[in-house]
């Protein structure tokens, strides 16, 4: 799912009481509403995103038959930015800002909500950036506090962070929080600031682990953390190990079990072993966890003294307990594994070749480089299988 649309989607998939259907509630009244279903949405309550959906038609609705006087009022033009920055259709909205009808101050933050859905990027950062956060109603500020934060990600991270940092503190307990935990983590994943991630992480678990989101957002943290060495560290390894031991039993599972196929693909070793070993202690006999386990494990351990052990593990492997990704993944490890053995460093051997003068150095050299061609080649099938998270 994009990040600039998460928050956005979020809201497409949710729905409302009919009593607001009636005409006879505010608009701001709807949208303290919808914000209550989207508390929901991020506990996990599948029935939220149903009741979303028909609130926000209905908000729609109301918006389209509202009076004129209804937009000189700041509160029912703020809760028709939030209507906007929910998902609302902007069918409703359009006609309100081509006549004015908005009252003066909020003009131009709703005129940047819509230009931020739009994407029309640089208009959005302009106009939502005016607005004093401090100054808006609190329901309100940790949407906008967000969609800023969206805007500056890829101009200012630090400033993107910042800016999530006062959403979560705007908006707590509800989807904002919950969107901006996940944009955040990721943030900083990449940054990278292994600490703060890890916090954050375990916070998103603790808070935030029975949404709906939770089981997409760790297979994605796992597969990024894991492609970008983030966890090759062992302190940083534990760190995350430690937050993701807040998740409920499958979900800690699968969290490992992505990490270490995410590192097995993207050559990092330490991290893939130690992830594989600890999904491997709580994986349930002879289930396909086991197997995923099992194989990332001795896959892992080919690149180590274990290269024996892990090469006769890897050639008993039954591909039948494994998907199509993970068997084609089984058959480039072991392709690589045929072709060498554990061996010095080629600069390592250049060296002692200089000092020496052996001969026979070169085709050690030689055979290490085939080495790293056939674990090139590795990565390159895991990927092309699908193999790469």
């Known amino acids: 799912m994009s990040w600039r649309f998460a928050l956005v989607l ?3 998939l949710s729905g409302a009481p009919a009593e607001a259907q009636t005409g006879s509630v505010k608009i701001s009244d709807m949208a303290d509403e919808l914000q209550r279903i989207q508390t929901r949405i991020a506990y ?41 920055l929910s998902g609302g259709s902007l069918a409703e909205v359009a006609p309100l800002l081509k006549n004015d009808a908005l009252v003066d101050s909020e003009r131009a933050l709703a005129r940047g909500a819509i230009a931020y859905i739009t994407s029309h990027e640089a208009d959005a950062l302009r106009l939502l950036s005016a607005t004093d956060l401090g100054a808006l109603d609190l329901r309100l500020a940790g949407q906008i506090a967000f969609a800023r934060s969206v805007l500056e990600t890829t101009r200012d991270p630090k400033a993107a962070v910042e800016l999530l940092d006062w959403a979560r503190l705007l908006a707590p307990g509800g989807l904002v929080e919950e969107a ?8 900083l994943a990449e940054a990278p600031d292994a600490p703060r991630a890890a916090r954050l992480t375990r916070q998103y678990a603790n808070r935030f682990g029975a949404s709906l989101y939770a089981p997409d957002f760790f297979r994605e943290l796992a597969g990024q953390i894991g492609r970008n060495g983030l966890a090759e560290e062992p302190a940083n390894y534990e760190l995350f190990a430690r937050a993701a031991s807040a998740l409920p039993a499958d979900g800690r599972l699968d969290f490992l079990l992505t990490l270490a196929k995410a590192a097995i693909v993207n050559r990092r070793f330490v991290a893939a072993s130690a992830a594989a070993s600890k999904a491997l202690r709580s994986a349930p006999p002879n289930s396909p966890a ?8 001795n896959a892992a351990r080919i690149f180590s003294d274990g290269y024996d052990a892990a090469l006769a593990n890897l050639q008993g492997f039954a591909n039948s307990r494994l998907d199509r990704s993970d068997a084609a993944l089984l058959a480039a490890f072991r392709d690589a594994a045929a072709q060498f053995r554990l061996a010095p ?5 250049e060296a002692q070749a200089a000092s020496a003068g052996n001969e026979k150095a070169e085709g050690a050299v030689e055979t290490i480089r085939d080495a790293e061609a056939a674990l090139e080649r590795t990565a390159g099938v895991a990927a092309a299988a699908g193999g790469a998270p």
């Open 180 to 187: 901006a935990l996940r944009r955040e983590i990721a943030i």
């Open 10 to 12: 979020a809201a497409l």
């Open 290 to 297: 086991e197997a995923r386990a099992r194989l990332y494990l």
């Open 44 to 84: 996990g309550d599948k029935a939220a995103y149903s009741a979303q959906l028909a609130q926000l038609k209905a908000m729609g609705a109301a918006i389209a038959a509202a009076k004129p006087k209804t937009w000189q009022d700041k509160r029912e033009t703020g809760s028709l930015i939030i209507y906007v």
């Open 345 to 349: 460093s080629p600069a390592a051997v």
